[in-house]
């Protein structure tokens, strides 16, 4: 039964909007949370940073991912345009602690598992259920939203806050004009999921793998998953993947052809189901929190996939998020100023992960030569790479390495 009134309503029950909704309720406000698409549903994006271990700690979740049938993902590794295989990036090298082994997970079962535990502990929960509108009362203070339900009768229910985790529709974004895109990341992505595609032996099976193609116009992930299937997708500009001669299937198979790391791990395998695509999903946002609102996961901004933040990024902001909001629920302060506290520290860090994307599509840049002229820093990148990057202190040790990076690309360019 859906009530009339909350204290807060949470739009999107993917990662970020489950962990706002788990925290919110558990510290005993009245919330709803809302989805959409009927559960369980289709998402891209399976690869989790270690550091996902901390939010899903908090809301009780780490016994269930270590007895689930998700695969273990211990390391990250970087495939060369030429197919050299970089060393991996162990996690438990840099840090012994359990929380340095994260998971590949089927988006529909995690979240699933998330929404779940939201109901656990205390939210209401619905899903096939739309949000039409965010209401805004004279003072453009967020006041409730108009939900179109599963039967196709409208319903407005009101609240003292709304978190909008609506992801890349960003409703309060685009309704408010706050929407900013990334000029030089307009790219796009073709994927599909492959039945037995070889996987490296030992605890480099489940690694997240990134492979570039011979010109490094594009490049491959390859994320193992249960059951012997494997997502591998393919990135690359916008106009290089999809504005060119030929449909999807084409595209997609040319590029693996000139892809010399993915080529060898495609032997024998075959593809399950259709393609997919995505395209120019890279965006910020200029104002992330307002009277009675706040923004998280890719309603607050997504840079890219390359890394595989997007996960820890909307469970971080989801998470944040709930903090400032029961503090202001029980302060009665629900201004932008408290509802929106942590927006600046999430992006300095985040901030970070977007150096490191725009050093990777410098195609002169590579990651392997900047090691082997910078070892003092592989500390630093395996920290980006695990997600340790909020936390004080945090900058100071990232200040050191990103004029390095700035450097190795002039250097790289210049050449």
């Not at 990341?185 to 793998?209: F, M, Q, S």
């Not at 449909?247 to 590029?255: G, K």
């Not at 706040?294 to 998470?319: C, H, N, R, T, W």
């Not at 945090?394 to 790289?412: L, R, S, T, V, W």
Request: charged share 25%; glycine share 10%.
């Amino acid at each position: 039964m859906m009530r009339d009134a909350y204290d807060v309503v949470v739009i999107g029950a993917g990662p970020a909007g489950c962990t706002s909704a788990s925290l919110i309720a558990q510290a005993g406000f009245s919330t709803l949370l809302v989805e959409r698409d009927k559960f369980p549903r289709f998402h891209v994006g399976e690869s989790l940073m270690p550091e996902c271990y901390w939010p899903l700690e908090r809301m009780g979740l780490v016994e269930r991912m270590k007895h689930s049938k998700f695969v273990k993902k211990r390391s990250v590794q970087f495939v060369t345009n030429n197919g050299k295989e970089s060393d991996p990036f162990y996690f438990v090298e840099h840090d012994p602690r359990e929380c340095s082994t994260t998971w590949q997970v089927e988006r529909a079962d995690f979240d699933k598992l998330l929404f779940d535990r939201a109901g656990e502990l205390g939210a209401d929960c619905v899903d096939a259920t739309r949000v039409q509108d965010v209401l805004l009362d004279d003072s453009e203070t967020a006041c409730g939203v108009r939900l179109k339900l599963a039967d196709g009768s409208m319903r407005e229910v009101r609240s003292r806050v709304v978190v909008d985790g609506s992801g890349q529709q960003s409703l309060l974004a685009n309704k408010l004009g706050l929407r900013q895109e990334i000029s030089h990341l307009k790219k796009a992505a073709i994927w599909g999921y492959w039945k037995n595609a070889i996987r490296d032996e030992g605890d480099n099976g489940g690694a997240t793998i990134i492979l570039h193609t011979i010109q490094k116009d594009s490049w491959f992930w390859f994320i193992p998953l249960s059951d012997g299937i494997t997502s591998i997708g393919c990135v690359g500009d916008n106009d290089y993947l999809l504005k060119r001669d030929g449909d999807v299937e084409q595209i997609y198979a040319q590029e693996i052809d000139i892809c010399p790391g993915l080529l060898p791990r495609m032997t024998g395998a075959q593809r399950v189901g259709k393609l997919h695509v995505a395209k120019e999903y890279s965006y910020w946002t200029k104002q992330h929190a307002g009277q009675g609102w706040v923004l998280i996961g890719d309603a607050f901004g997504f840079i890219d996939p390359i890394y595989s933040s997007g996960v820890y990024f909307a469970m971080v902001s989801g998470e944040k998020a709930a903090d400032a909001v029961v503090e202001g629920l029980r302060t009665d302060n629900l201004s932008a100023q408290q509802l929106g506290k942590w927006c600046t520290e999430f992006k300095n860090g985040a901030g970070w992960i977007r150096k490191l994307v725009d050093a990777f599509y410098t195609k002169e840049f590579s990651f392997g030569g900047f090691m082997r002229s910078n070892p003092a820093f592989k500390g630093n990148l395996t920290d980006l790479l695990i997600g340790r990057i909020f936390y004080d202190g945090a900058g100071d040790i990232f200040n050191e390495m990103g004029p390095a990076i700035d450097k190795a690309k002039e250097q790289a360019i210049n050449i």
